[in-house]
């Protein structure tokens, strides 16, 4: 009778980690859908912006790097059998650190998306304030040239 509890109790951990598993590539499901969504949004922030499409594409080629590397620890904790003879908790470690990296890669991705919008946003109130405000451009221009008088007639 111990040896059928143990045979039983040791099948049920394997199903709960099974589960547990299952779940946990649910949310991994969800990170990279994330992720995904950023990606997309700065592809078409960029659009007409030559001085962010190298900041864009230096981004997704890391992230594709990345990302196939996380996907190779994926399918390697979620393989069982003779390929893979790690356990449970091996294989629940792997995951978990799967997820880290992903939501570490979508914190990362989110912040350049948010950057790059504010440079842009930025970028446009200069532009509406030279229009509705012309004088805030002839100031800055004749500080500029001040300055650069000063510095042209310094002596030591």
């Known amino acids: 009778i111990a040896a059928i509890q143990t045979e039983i ?4 951990t394997e199903v709960n980690t099974a589960i547990q ?8 499901w969800n990170i990279i859908t994330r992720i995904t969504d950023d990606v997309i949004a ?3 922030l960029v659009v007409g912006h030559p001085e962010l ?9 890391a992230l594709i790097d990345r990302l196939v590397g996380l996907k190779d620890y994926l399918v ?4 069982g059998g003779r390929v893979n003879l790690m356990n449970g ?19 990362m ?6 950057q790059m919008t504010m440079a842009l946003k930025q970028g ?12 805030v451009d002839y100031y800055h221009r004749q500080n500029t040239q001040l300055a650069q008088r000063i510095i042209n007639n310094f002596h030591f």
Not at 53 to 61: D, F, K, P, V
Not at 76 to 79: A, G, P, R, V, W
Request: without cysteine.
């Open 9 to 12: 109790y040791r099948g049920l």
């Open 42 to 44: 700065i592809d078409t």
């Open 21 to 28: 598993n299952a779940h946990s590539l649910v949310y991994a």
């Open 76 to 79: 390697l904790s979620i393989t």
């Open 89 to 107: 908790v091996q294989r629940t470690s792997l995951i978990n650190h799967v997820l880290t990296e992903l939501y570490i890669i979508q914190g």
């Open 109 to 114: 991705v989110y912040t350049i998306r948010h």
């Open 124 to 135: 446009w109130l200069k532009e509406m304030i030279r229009e509705y405000f012309p004088m």
């Open 53 to 61: 499409i190298l900041i864009a594409n230096r981004t997704e080629a």
